[in-house]
């Protein structure tokens, strides 16, 4: 490179070697910056021919930059060699400082192996330190904790001498820097890989917002996002047009609501196992003119892998349609066509609600004792009986084992909104007063303040076959529907009237002691005697009535059967032109 004996050539060569380096911090890239290495060594350190063997991820080392040669460059440049290899050559070679020397005397071993490598024909001098064509010098290229980031290789020094201790010092200064740049360049490109990939992923990611976004704000039907978990759980956080419009409420005003302040007071604990959960529910939201409508709700919890649920995705679909024609479905299969009373099933399903089967079974039969039937046309009988008895075998089934007065955890009440809730009238269905408690039926022993009980009360039309046979079904079914209408507004708002079917009906009363139901069937028997007006004539019915006692440990039926058969009993009790009422 220079005669040691020449100071200036030093200081000539060093200003060259900062020259170099400080290219070396201007390539822009890792590939700028690996060509820059090699093109230093030719420029600066007084070499024809360099390569920069980079490391790959694999652990092979690839040449990823050659100068000085064409030749060279065509022929190596690309191609890759195995790291077992390359640290077979560091291994073997002579320790010049941090350089590896392997003269061609002992490097012959290496020619065939599989590392890239490329020898130009030059003349051999026979002065002891000339340089062979087959010598091989190498720069581990280190970064600074240690990782092999590269292998520089030169050869054919200018001067055609193996370089001395100051040539070897340049070459090993220019690979530490070189290392430095490399390692800056890897750091950068990393750099900017990362930045190129999280601009794709944000690019993805607004995309994505908007994508939900408009989803969210167009679709056709009601969506909501809520809070999960807190204090603020179920707060609403944005809902769209479709809801705001279903509700008839502002976005701005929605915010202010909890989910929960929405739903009906009855569906609380449906939405509340949804909102745990996730899935699909059924019930009915507030508008904000203070009706309910029916909705289909589906939610999606969203979750964070590190903080967990996050809040709730709120699907709402109306299904009013569906609900009322559900409803009306409901309301056939339960309610007699012509009059719209409930009829013998749903009255079944009512009275069956309000019983349990107990352990034991009533001690006397149901048939024992005197019976009560109402229907003379002059009026009703001693409601007392010809003993003046008021006791519970008077008025239905009686003699039941003692009970102790425990309220027990009976069936549960039936679903509501399907027309078949028990004791809701004529038709307007209601719940118990507590829904899902039981309370024992047990039929009154006496007629004191406390004696009240389940009453059934069968009634049976006298003389309608004459009427339907005179003047027709047309008739006769304007007269059923209105004996339905005058017992039902004979009757308190939570008793049931039910058609039983052709001219018998039954009234369900609950609470009501002997007195009273025999009260009750007074008023409705004279209730229905006045003249019916239909198309210009008028006709009469009479009617006769049994009074039953419901109580656990029976059937619907076997209540039912036993206001009939009193009613039978009073009505054969009678002779036909005393029971006819005109």
């Not at 490598?117 to 240690?146: C, I, K, N, Y």
């Not at 005058?486 to 001219?503: F, H, I, K």
């Amino acid at each position: 490179m220079e005669t040691e004996s020449q100071p200036y050539v030093r200081l000539a060569s060093l200003r060259q070697l900062h020259h170099v380096i400080a290219k070396l911090n201007t390539a822009r890239s890792l590939a700028d910056t690996l060509q820059a290495v090699a093109d230093g060594v030719v420029e600066g350190l007084g070499f024809e021919i360099s390569a920069v063997n980079l490391v790959r991820a694999d652990g092979d080392l690839v040449v990823a930059a050659v100068a000085g040669s064409a030749a060279a460059e065509a022929m190596m440049c690309g191609r890759v060699g195995p790291r077992d290899s390359w640290e077979r050559r560091l291994a073997m070679g002579e320790q010049w400082g941090a350089l590896r020397f392997i003269p061609y005397t002992e490097g012959w071993v290496l020619d065939d192996d599989d590392v890239p490598q490329w020898h130009a024909p030059s003349p051999v001098r026979e002065t002891p330190d000339a340089w062979h064509p087959m010598d091989r010098l190498f720069a581990p290229l280190h970064a600074p904790d240690g990782e092999l980031l590269g292998v520089l290789s030169v050869d054919r020094p200018r001067n055609g001498r193996r370089p001395g201790a100051w040539g070897c010092e340049a070459l090993q200064m220019y690979a530490s820097q070189a290392a430095i740049a490399i390692s800056n360049a890897r750091l950068r490109s990393n750099m900017q890989r990362a930045l190129v990939r999280l601009e794709r992923e944000q690019q993805a990611l607004r995309a994505s917002e908007e994508s939900f976004r408009q989803a969210f704000e167009y679709a056709p039907s009601g969506m909501a996002v809520a809070e999960m978990g807190g204090d603020q759980h179920g707060r609403l956080l944005r809902t769209n047009d479709a809801l705001c419009r279903l509700l008839g409420r502002p976005a701005a005003a929605m915010r202010r609501y909890s989910f929960s302040d929405l739903v009906h007071p009855d569906d609380i604990n449906t939405l509340m196992r949804t909102s745990a959960e996730g899935g699909r529910a059924e019930l009915r939201l507030a508008r904000r003119d203070g009706s309910y409508v029916w909705v289909s709700l589906r939610n999606s919890v969203v979750a964070d892998a590190a903080d967990g649920p996050r809040f709730l995705l709120i699907h709402v679909e109306d299904i009013e349609e569906r609900k009322r024609h559900e409803l009306q479905l409901a309301h056939r299969a339960s309610h007699d066509s012509l009059t719209g009373l409930p009829n013998a099933a749903e009255l079944r399903a009512r009275l069956s609600s309000r019983l349990c089967a107990l352990p034991g079974r009533p001690a006397a039969d149901a048939e024992a004792g005197p019976v009560h039937g109402y229907g003379t046309a002059d009026g009703f009988r001693d409601a007392a009986g010809p003993g003046g008895a008021t006791d519970a075998a008077t008025h239905g089934f009686g003699g039941f084992l003692p009970w102790d007065g425990e309220q027990l955890t009976g069936p549960p009440p039936l679903p509501g909104g399907s027309g078949y809730l028990p004791f809701g009238g004529t038709g307007a269905a209601s719940y118990p007063p507590e829904a899902g408690h039981h309370e024992h039926a047990v039929p009154p022993t006496g007629d004191g303040p406390g004696e009240k009980g389940l009453a059934v009360l069968y009634c049976d039309l006298d003389g309608f076959k004459a009427i339907n046979d005179r003047y027709g079904h047309h008739c006769g079914d304007a007269v059923l529907i209105e004996v339905a209408r005058r017992l039902t507004e004979g009757v308190r708002e939570d008793d049931t009237v039910a058609r039983l079917g052709g001219d018998e009906f039954a009234v369900l009363a609950d609470g009501l002691g002997p007195a009273e139901a025999e009260d009750l069937a007074v008023r409705l028997r004279n209730a229905i005697i006045p003249p019916i007006h239909i198309d210009g004539i008028s006709v009469r019915v009479g009617a006769s009535f049994g009074i039953g006692w419901a109580g656990c440990g029976m059937t619907a039926d076997e209540v039912l059967h036993s206001a009939d058969q009193r009613m039978y009993v009073e009505k054969r009790s009678r002779s036909k032109g005393q029971r006819r009422a005109g």
